[in-house]
Structure formats: C-alpha cells, structure tokens
C-alpha cells in the first residue's frame, strides 16, 4: 500500500487524467483557471486503498485551499491548486500534457494558471 500525502494524490490525478484517461478538464474563466480532479473513488481505486482513505486528505487539500468541493459538480483546483498541477504537468508530465494538450494550448495554460495568481 502507498503512503498518502498530498502530492501523491495530486500525481495520482495527474496520472490518471494523462496516461490512464487521456482527457483533462480545464475551466476558463474571467477569474482565472481550474483543472477537475478524478473522484475521490477513482483516485482510491488507483492508488489501491480504501475510498475512506483519501477523504481526509481532500478535506485536508481543502482547508489549505488547494480544491474545492462542490456537489454534483465535482473537485476542482483553486488557483493555489491549479498553480500544483502546472508544476507537476511542466516537469513529471510535460510531454504527456503536450501530447494530450498540444504546445500552444499547455503555454496557454500555464500562462493563465501563472496569471491568476
């Protein structure tokens, strides 16, 4: 069994979204930029621990403002959160964002993730 922390499920999100699914969401707003993770059930499936397991960690992500929970809509990054997973798309997964993304719309990404904050 992995050790939780709030990078691992950050990468785990990662993961998932560009090798696994090979589809990312990403919302555009006047207000800046926000990247819906996994569910909480598909990131505990992936990282092979019970679903009750990654909840605190959520809860956790939440109070330092890193996503935000939102009912029938799903977890979605905070500027602070979306500023994460630009980082970890830039570095650990730079050419699986590319390829999913194409150059011209990561830049983008990135310049409106680095932006907004």
Do not use: W
């Not at 050790?3 to 699914?21: G, K, P, S, T």
């Not at 009750?52 to 992500?61: I, K, R, S």
């Not at 990135?110 to 904050?117: F, N």
Request: proline share 4%.
């Amino acid at each position: 069994m992995v050790d939780l922390d709030i990078d691992v499920i950050f990468d785990a999100a990662l993961h998932i979204q560009l090798n696994i699914e090979k589809t990312i969401s990403i919302n555009f707003t006047e207000s800046g930029v926000s990247i819906k993770f996994p569910t909480t059930r598909r990131l505990a499936e992936f990282l092979e621990v019970p679903h009750y397991y990654v909840l605190p960690y959520f809860a956790m992500m939440e109070k330092d403002a890193l996503v935000t929970r939102a009912e029938r809509v799903g977890i979605m990054t905070t500027p602070k959160g979306t500023r994460k997973l630009i980082e970890l798309m830039s570095t650990r997964y730079r050419c699986e964002t590319e390829l999913l993304l194409g150059p011209i719309v990561f830049q983008e990404l990135v310049r409106h993730a680095l932006d907004q904050l």
